[in-house]
């Protein structure tokens, strides 16, 4: 299927590896020009690289954390015209309900509610002022069924799920879409350390706690950022224009919901 978007700029931010990355190649590979963003800049190059190489694709990289106003700015300034976006940075670190400060939720919202709608609120009135544009944000499945242990994680996501239920709606007559992507348990560095801090906290091998979330997925598995890239890549396609504020979640089943 042509998704039809070959010439069109995406900004994909926290993409050196991972899903981001994901995200990154399958629009590349549908002939997206790039800008890409990551704190780590020899990983990032590296990622660019590649992804040039493999696509023929112009690729930008804009090494910052995107969590801060400077890095936003830094990766914006980098932005002539912009698309696509699709938001995403780290996820926020385990523990328990008592544990967090009000410096530690406001540091979790930063990360993952207001990056991304600073993000959305800097490149929304472009693409509404050329009648198109898509925007993608990686959230969790923890937004459908929260995961006790990232309960920073399941505050901040929800009131990013909020905005863009709104938001998606009062834009989507201009001919910008905007979903939401919510990853299950994806084969990436960050279930490679929760899967450590699984083996840890219960006295197992890696590989057995790596096991035994696996088997709590009816697909036997963990998902790819290759799978999840084109997932994301259909929502940034011509074809999704009718897909309005959806949160499409990708884990193999492993939450038993019948909606
Ligand atoms: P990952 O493999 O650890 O990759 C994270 C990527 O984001 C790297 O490129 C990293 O590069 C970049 N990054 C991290 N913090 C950043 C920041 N502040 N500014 C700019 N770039 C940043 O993570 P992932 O598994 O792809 O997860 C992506 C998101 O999905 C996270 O929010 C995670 O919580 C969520 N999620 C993942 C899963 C899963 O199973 N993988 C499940 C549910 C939700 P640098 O370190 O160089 O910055």
Redesign the pocket.
């Known amino acids: 299927m042509d998704l039809g978007i070959s010439g069109k700029c995406a900004l994909v ?10 995200c990154a190649e399958a629009l590349a590979a549908e002939g997206v020009d790039l800008v890409i ?4 800049a020899e ?2 190059e590296a ?1 660019a690289e590649a992804i040039r190489a493999a696509h023929g694709v112009q690729v930008r990289t804009v ?6 106003e400077d ?1 936003r700015a830094a990766v914006l300034a980098a932005c002539a015209q912009i698309d696509i976006l699709v938001t ?5 670190p385990p523990g328990l309900w008592s544990d967090w400060e009000r410096a530690d939720f406001i540091a979790a919202l930063d ?2 509610m207001l990056t991304p709608i600073a993000l959305m609120k800097a490149l929304l009135p472009g693409m509404i002022a050329r009648g198109w544009g898509r925007v993608v944000n ?5 937004v459908k069924a929260p995961i006790p242990q990232l309960g920073l ?1 399941n505050s901040a996501r929800a009131g990013l799920t909020g905005y863009v239920a709104g938001t998606a709606r009062q834009v989507a007559g201009k001919g910008v879409i905007i979903n939401n992507l ?10 490679a ?2 899967d450590a801090a699984k083996a840890k906290a219960e006295g197992v091998s890696v590989p057995e706690a790596r096991a035994g979330r696996e088997a709590s997925i009816p697909a036997g598995r ?2 790819t ?1 290759a799978e999840f890239g084109a997932a994301c890549a259909f929502l940034c396609s011509q074809h999704a224009g009718f897909i309005v504020g959806q949160n499409l979640l990708l884990d193999g089943g492993a939450i038993n919901a019948t909606l």
């Open positions: 931010c926290a993409a050196s590896r991972g899903l981001g990355r994901g963003n990551a704190r780590g990983a990032l990622t090494a910052a954390d995107i969590t801060t890095g995403n940075a780290g996820g926020p990360a993952n990686i959230t969790s499945g923890s994680s919510l990853p299950g348990i994806h084969d990436t560095d960050r279930a350390s929760l963990y998902g950022a």
